[in-house]
């Protein structure tokens, strides 16, 4: 018999808390990683809500989208003009983009849903790369094309100059009750949209709107015999991903108050899929590891050189330590993609279910074997 | 009046004639069979109560309103439930949640988002779900995912996902099909306990001459898109049209 699929009330709440504690405490935990720099973390938390939201779509409803980081572009393209127009307040900035995501998300939602499978993946990515290519020629005016949106000190910036902060000297930075959104500070305040965002989908998955999500990814058909109208379910969950991904887009922003046309590209699109697959598709947790884990090789693999190698391999002999470090040399740097590739091949072959789904068969192996061997444990117990 | 009026209704594929000019009454509260050879346009008749296919001609009323040009989802809230003839259930869910969906569908309709709840708080629609489990006696399963369920328990998990709605009318599309003999003889218990309990009026399609004389009350033989003979089991044994659309010459 398969299948424990037993989520309790204070399961989730003991789980929720321990993933406060584990964000929350990152620049701590992260120091023996090399990885507890306030822009890293930054990154952590902005893709991580990124792929939380693209999960609910791809993970839940099983509709896989290519064309995700479109709404995250006009995110940021919100938040600058937010910035520009309104002030250097986050909070305007942050409001304004999940709306306009949202709505964005909307329209290509109601086009791209007629179709499933492949073809709504090919129609999500052409939609993208439309607005990619808008967004770098013919929308110059309001993108400011390829030199990217920025925050000039020309700008109206009327909520600031109402309350007497209009005059900055230096660059501009978004600033929330008198404290600048970058380093730790910036850290803390993507944070605490994580919790948020992570707290959504939590209530998503297990609600009974995330029930007839899951049923879309199972069997479309029969759920549409059964009653209930899938299309609006699955654009309500399209665009709710859209208004994460525009969450994300503007707290790119809210760190660097810059935006250019490349976030909008297939290329980023692609990422978050890499992120979710693996993570773990429709997992929680797994998504947020999928995000850290490539955004941290990206910065860490990539950084490394000839001479890091030299030393990690000083031990071996010289001829030796010279073939390794030439072949080892090919994965990191430059080269790191490659890593990335080797890595993401294996857990699509060996753990289809991702990371998430790789710890819980470790954890299974391991109380199997404490209790002697016993088969019986996997069986769902009948009470409460 | 019955529950279920089909008038006149035609339907071709191309130079093939499936559905030829059928008239059907469905009495409320009775098993009404449909029985004929292959090709016969059993399934054509059944798709078009479902809003998979659309007549060419003719009205298929239920309880009086028009069934035509209706979404499947909307014929299914009305009160019209159907079995498939290959299980059709949620196999990556388990046997409780694929029973909680139906209910769910009847308390909430046809589109809501509810966010906030949790599914296992929904008292009412689970404390249903739970029951309708035990009715068809996989209340033991309930936590399992269902893919692993044998084909019998699959279809009676699917019976559970139909009933959980209180339909008025349920359609079977060969219920029995790849049995063995005694789940078959289980499946009939099974339905006739569910005819008992729920009262329920059902259309029956079925190859299986022991589920057709064993559960119906009223036999339509279709031959060729149109059927040939109705009447009790009893009248349709003897009749040696049926033998003749069975056994060849099908000249009608």
């Not at chain 1, 707290?199 to 015999?225: D, E, H």
């Not at chain 1, 030439?326 to 890593?339: M, Q």
């Not at chain 2, 079977?172 to 569910?194: C, F, V, Y």
């Amino acid at each position: 018999m398969t299948a424990i699929k037993r989520e309790t009330a204070r399961g989730d709440l003991v789980r929720f808390a321990a993933f406060t504690v584990v964000i929350l405490t990152m620049p701590l935990w992260l120091v023996p990683f090399g990885a507890a720099y306030p822009d890293l973390m930054q990154k952590f938390a902005i893709y991580g809500l990124f792929a939380i939201g693209f999960n609910i779509l791809f993970g839940l409803t099983g509709y896989l989208s290519f064309g995700h980081a479109a709404f995250l572009g006009v995110g940021s393209y919100t938040a600058v003009w937010s910035f520009k127009l309104l002030g250097m307040n986050p909070l305007p900035a942050i409001g304004l983009a999940i709306l306009l995501a949202g709505a964005f998300a909307w329209v290509i939602g109601f086009v791209s849903l007629r179709r499933t499978g492949i073809y709504f993946s090919i129609l999500t990515l052409a939609f993208a790369q439309m607005s990619y290519n808008l967004a770098y020629s013919v929308l110059t005016p309001i993108t400011n094309g390829e030199t990217g949106l920025r925050v000039l000190n020309s700008d109206p910036r009327v909520l600031d100059h109402m309350i007497g902060a209009g005059e900055v000297e230096g660059s501009l930075v978004a600033t929330l009750f008198g404290v600048e959104m970058n380093g730790l500070p910036g850290f803390y305040f993507c944070a605490v949209w994580l919790l948020i965002g992570m707290f959504v989908s939590f209530k998503i998955f297990r609600s009974p709107f995330g029930l007839m999500l899951q049923a879309i990814k199972s069997n479309q058909n029969r759920l549409n015999y059964t009653g209930i109208n899938t299309r609006p379910y699955a654009l309500t969950a399209f665009v709710i991903s859209g208004m994460y991904a525009g969450l994300a887009g503007a707290l790119l922003c809210v760190t660097d108050p810059l935006a250019g046309a490349e976030r909008m590209q297939w290329t980023a699109s692609g990422e978050v899929v890499l992120m979710t697959i693996l993570g773990g598709a429709g997992t929680l947790l797994g998504p947020m590891l999928g995000a850290g884990i490539i955004k941290y090789s990206e910065n860490i693999f990539s950084a490394f050189n000839e001479q890091t190698l030299h030393q990690i391999f000083g031990v071996l002999p010289d001829g030796v330590e010279g073939a390794v470090v030439s072949v080892a040399g090919l994965f990191v740097g430059e080269g790191w993609h490659l890593t990335l590739g080797l890595l993401f091949m294996l857990i699509v072959i060996f753990l289809p279910g991702g990371l998430i789904e790789g710890g819980r068969r470790i954890a299974g192996a391991l109380s199997r074997s404490r209790k002697g061997g016993g088969i019986d444990h996997a069986h769902p117990q009948a009470a409460e | 009046m019955g529950i279920l009026q089909v008038q006149n209704v035609n339907k071709s594929f191309g130079g093939l004639k499936a559905l030829n000019n059928v008239n059907l009454d469905i009495t409320e509260g009775t098993v009404h069979a449909i029985i004929g050879p292959n090709g016969a346009g059993k399934s054509t008749l059944l798709n078009c109560f479902v809003g998979r296919l659309r007549p060419d001609t003719g009205t298929v009323k239920f309880n009086g309103r028009s069934l035509l040009g209706l979404t499947p989802h909307e014929i299914n809230q009305v009160g019209v439930a159907r079995v498939f003839q290959t299980p059709e259930i949620f196999s990556d869910l388990t046997l409780l949640e694929n029973v909680l969906i139906p209910a769910l569908a009847v308390r909430d309709g046809a589109f809501r988002v509810n966010t906030w709840g949790r599914v296992d708080s929904q008292a009412d629609v689970r404390d249903r779900a739970e029951a309708l489990l035990a009715d068809v006696g996989l209340a033991d399963k309930r936590h399992t995912q269902s893919s692993s369920l044998s084909r019998g328990d699959k279809r009676r998990l699917e019976l559970a996902m139909c009933l959980v709605q209180q339909p008025k009318l349920v359609l079977l599309d060969e219920p029995t099909a790849g049995m063995s003999r005694a789940d078959t003889n289980n499946t009939i218990d099974l339905l006739a306990r569910m005819s008992e309990q729920h009262g329920v009026t059902k259309i029956i399609i079925e190859h299986d001459m022991h589920v057709v004389f064993s559960l119906a009350d009223r036999v339509t033989v279709f031959a060729q898109g149109h059927p040939i003979v109705e009447g009790t089991p009893d009248e349709i044994k003897g009749d040696p049209r049926v033998q003749e659309a069975y056994l060849g010459g099908a000249q009608v």
